[in-house]
């Protein structure tokens, strides 16, 4: 059981370049989320998506798209990348019915340098 | 809206010392409260959880209880050892429209010495 996958582990980017991060999880969860995790700022939520065709805006959306046409994947797309994309990306899935015990499956992270 | 505020870092201590890290929040409502860990190079893991006051969460020796009245859900560990040494974060459930996310604090980098 591989959980959730995010892919690159690591990335360069020029200012104005485009790119997108994969995440994927085997683990039928219908919530994704990617948050960007900036030094000493915790993290903050980008996009959400609560099931297969619906995302959502969460608090840093500007710069970023995302997508949900399966259950299992959940990418996200940086479009024009600049300096202050530079973060930590992680993407992270919830069993639904965890509203209760509220445990978040994330990955391994996706460390984005944009120069 | 909701917020999660922890004690700032770094922490560093010696084994077996007692540590505890601070949290306090705000919410409408009865929020689930969580403590997660990450730990170098990796993502974020749970560590305990609180889902009503007076709740106690514990894992691996660390504990949690959640005090409705004070608005804290503070973390401690009675003996810290070297492979506790992580990042640990405050994070809150809302109770109303918004329990499909997770509210996280600045999180507190700790580190063990031998």
């Known amino acids: 059981n591989a959980g959730v996958t995010q892919t690159p582990k690591f990335r360069i980017l020029k200012i104005g370049q485009s790119m997108t991060l994969q995440c994927a999880q085997d683990?039928?969860?219908?919530?994704m989320y990617w948050y960007r995790q900036d030094p000493g700022m915790g993290l903050k939520l980008i996009y959400y998506?609560?099931?297969?065709?619906?995302?959502d805006k969460g608090e840093v959306p500007n710069g970023y798209n995302v997508s949900r046409s399966t259950t299992e994947d959940f990418p996200l797309r940086l479009e024009l990348a600049a300096p202050s994309q530079t973060s930590v990306y992680f993407c992270?899935?919830?069993?639904?019915?965890?509203?209760?015990?509220?445990?978040?499956?994330f990955g391994e992270g996706s460390r984005l340098t944009v120069l | 809206g909701d917020s999660v505020t922890q004690m700032e870092g770094p922490v560093t201590l010696s084994e077996e010392a007692f540590l505890t890290i601070n949290c306090t929040y705000t919410a409408t409502g009865y929020p689930s409260l969580f403590w997660y860990v990450q730990y170098p190079g990796e993502g974020l893991q749970l560590l305990l959880k609180a889902t009503k006051a007076d709740d106690k969460g514990s894992n691996k020796g660390f504990e949690a209880t959640y005090r409705k009245e004070t608005t804290s859900f503070h973390l401690e560990k009675g003996s810290v050892q070297v492979s506790d040494s992580a990042v640990y974060f405050c994070?809150?459930?809302?109770?109303?429209?918004?329990?499909?996310?997770?509210?996280f604090g600045k999180g507190t980098l700790l580190t063990v010495n031998p």
């Open positions: 683990m039928n969860h219908n919530y």
């Open positions: 992270a899935s919830i069993r639904e019915g965890g509203r209760d015990t509220g445990e978040l499956f």
């Open positions: 998506s609560v099931g297969a065709g619906i995302t």
């Open positions: 994070a809150l459930r809302g109770s109303g429209g918004s329990n499909y996310k997770l509210t």
